[in-house]
């Protein structure tokens, strides 16, 4: 039970923390659609199963002790951050570029952007590896492993569930939309300064 506890509070605690995730959920709920926004915090619960799989295969513990495998994981997840951030600062007022890059995205590229989003995080994996070594003992039934990480998965499916739906709701939504394109530069431009400070991290 105690293990439970502890599974419980540290995955509420990290899961409505700031970050890469909370951005792009907002971002996709403020300026698209309350689908998109869920459709990509479903993808980021996909990305931290794939945490969680290759925790439990033994994996995780391989990344965490090889430094150039993390390094690049890091590094790839940097590249992928500021990538996303450029596209978005690059919005401009008006027109049909403003347009084509507030268009909805499909149900495949929304889940992706959530999947990817989540899945380059080395943060992540540090989360989901250093809990794992915590709460699991050589006793602990693989059945109880599934559970935990089935629990982290969903907790971030509905947290970022709820994110989407309180930013896609309301005339507050709506006025915003008249400066979606500084909504997006400011959107781009935390996840540029997210993709830098996670290349510089050590």
């Keep these: 039970m105690t293990e439970w506890i502890t599974v419980i509070t540290i995955t509420l605690l990290a899961v409505i923390s700031p970050g890469p995730d909370f951005a792009m959920v907002t971002r996709n709920s403020l300026l698209l659609s309350r689908r998109a926004g869920v459709l990509t915090g479903l993808g980021i619960g996909l990305g931290v199963l794939l945490h969680v799989t290759y925790t439990l295969v033994g994996v995780g513990m391989l990344i965490q002790q090889s430094v150039w495998l993390f390094s ?3 590094l790839a997840g940097a590249a992928y ?3 996303l951030g450029a596209k978005m600062l690059s919005a401009r007022p008006g027109g049909r570029e403003t347009d084509r890059r507030t268009a909805p995205l499909s149900d495949g590229a929304a889940l992706r952007t959530g999947f990817l989003t989540n899945a380059l995080n080395p943060k992540t994996t540090v989360f989901i590896v250093s809990l794992f070594m915590q709460v699991v003992r050589p006793d602990t ?3 109880v492993q599934i559970g935990y990480g089935a629990f982290i998965a969903v ?3 509905v947290w ?3 994110v989407a739906s309180c930013f896609s709701a309301g005339a507050v939504r709506v006025r ?3 400066c979606r394109h500084w909504i997006d530069r400011a959107f781009g431009g935390v996840l540029v300064c997210l993709g830098f400070l996670l290349a510089m991290t050590h």
């Design 155 to 157: 907790a971030h499916m």
């Design 176 to 178: 915003l939309l008249a």
């Design 72 to 74: 690049t994981i890091r």
């Design 160 to 162: 970022f569930s709820l």
């Design 141 to 143: 039934p693989l059945a």
């Design 81 to 83: 951050l500021v990538y």
